[in-house]
């Protein structure tokens, strides 16, 4: 009976990460730049999540500090915690001109931390930026060739596991001004999924009941036969 009881547990607790993950999704399906998860269980039901890079689309905002990346690769952003990477490009300047992301993090250029001292900002295809026409420096876009060791770390950015230099310059690189890529979570399919998980779920709650009313009339039985 033990055995029986095990599948539905397990069963339940995949369903419950499942849950865990889409509601995640749900709650990012307005972030830019934001990328879902894969979810899949090893042959000892752990769960491992891979995260689909697939390019989302671009939604323009018309605020020249908005920056979408519309084919390969990721900003770099300086963080407390060192160099992070990311495909949100809502940024700003904060009160000492440094070009910052939505968490306060310098984005990093060719020449380090971006400085902006200008009334106008213009950014062209290849990441350069220009302030009152004179060059201010260009956005450090790279990427990875083992893009599997990138690493969600929260608030909308990934760290990377592997070796600092394995760096490298995207062959594409498509830089958008006052625009912003956006998410990648499908609203309506992560509603779907949420039904289906859920489902799954109270199946194997169930199961799991049933397991534990036929236990309990077994155990009364032979209490009863004695």
Do not use: C, W
Request: proline share 2%.
């Amino acid at each position: 009976m033990i055995l029986e009881m095990t599948r539905p547990v397990q069963g339940g607790l995949r369903q419950e990460r499942k849950l865990e993950v889409t509601s995640n999704h749900l709650a990012n399906a307005d972030t830019a730049g934001f990328k879902k998860d894969v979810v899949s269980f090893d042959k000892v039901f752990k769960a491992k999540l891979n995260t689909d890079l697939t390019q989302a689309g671009v939604k323009h905002t018309g605020n020249p500090l908005d920056i979408a990346l519309t084919d390969e690769g990721f900003f770099k952003v300086e963080t407390a915690a060192g160099v992070r990477y990311t495909r949100n490009g809502t940024f700003s300047l904060n009160t000492q001109g440094v070009l910052v992301d939505q968490n306060g993090d310098a984005v990093l250029g060719q020449a380090g931390p971006i400085t902006i001292n200008a009334a106008v900002v213009d950014i062209n295809a290849a990441g350069e930026i220009r302030g009152d026409g004179a060059i201010i420096d260009q956005l450090d876009i790279v990427t990875f060739g083992d893009l599997e060791k990138l690493q969600k770390e929260g608030v909308n950015n990934f760290v990377y596991t592997g070796n600092a230099a394995d760096e490298a310059a995207p062959v594409n690189v498509a830089v958008a001004q006052g625009a912003l890529e956006l998410s990648g979570v499908k609203p309506v399919e992560e509603m779907v999924h949420m039904i289906d998980h859920h489902r799954m779920y109270e199946t194997f709650q169930k199961m799991m009941l049933t397991f534990d009313e036929v236990e309990d009339k077994a155990v009364n039985s032979l209490g009863k036969l004695q």
